[in-house]
């Protein structure tokens, strides 16, 4: 077993803990500033996902590694819609009806999430709480809503951002009439936190390809 697959089954063990079955927690390794060949170890050690957060980074190992699933787990401006719409299985991180727009422009059948800001910070890209219902019933009209995505708190307890995020996607299920079984949430800082809470979808990356996350790091890939 090489040290990835350890790690992958180190993290699945944690998942287990938590109460939960891993097979139900998918994980997405999360490859920024990664060199192909550990991209593809990642991929042969049974990762579901590869993640990127940026296009420009992303394309390039898309057609090194096209036999991966890739997603796409950054901020997506509107002016790369073009780029990566149809070429990507997900695409983490729609935060208005106009990148929506775009990203339709290309490909209605493009599979998305929401992102949405539970912790309200700032810094932090993503539609208001508030909002989230009313943008999810637009959304689910121009592309393949599968669900919800949220970067927990930078400090204190995230669980209940990310409680709260499950409770949204239970309304924007109710409100599109879509079964939204996506919930991606939780990073190397905070995953056990987010499984407790219900995630479905991990996004995990120094923790999968280094084996440590920092003291205090929520919210770190």
């Known amino acids: ?55 420009q980074e992303a394309l390039p190992k898309l057609e090194g590694l096209p036999e991966a699933q890739w997603h796409l787990v950054g901020h997506l401006q509107g002016n790369k819609a073009r780029l990566v719409s149809g070429r990507f299985a997900l695409i983490h991180s729609v935060d208005s009806a106009g990148l929506a727009e775009r990203l339709a422009r290309n490909d209605r059948r493009q599979p998305v999430l929401l992102q949405v800001n539970v912790s309200r910070e700032e810094a932090k890209s993503g539609v208001d709480p508030e909002a989230a219902v009313t943008l999810a019933r637009e959304v689910s009209g121009l592309l393949a809503l599968r669900g919800l995505m949220a970067i927990g708190p930078l400090a204190g307890d995230p669980e209940p951002a990310f409680r709260r995020l499950a409770g949204l996607a239970e309304e924007c299920r109710q409100a599109t ?43 770190s890939q």
Request: glycine share 12%; charged share 30%.
């Open 177 to 219: 009439g879509l079964p939204l079984p996506v919930l991606s949430m939780g990073m190397s800082g905070d995953f056990e936190a987010a499984c407790r809470a219900g995630s479905t979808m991990l996004r995990l990356g120094r923790i999968l390809f280094e084996g440590s996350v920092r003291k205090g790091e929520l919210g």
């Open 1 to 55: 077993m090489s040290p990835f697959a350890e790690r992958l089954e180190a993290i699945r063990e944690r998942i287990r803990l938590t109460g939960r079955d891993p097979a139900e927690v998918a994980i997405v390794a999360v490859s920024k500033g990664r060199p192909a060949a550990q991209c593809r170890e990642a991929w042969e050690a049974g990762v579901e996902a590869l993640g990127e957060n940026r296009v």
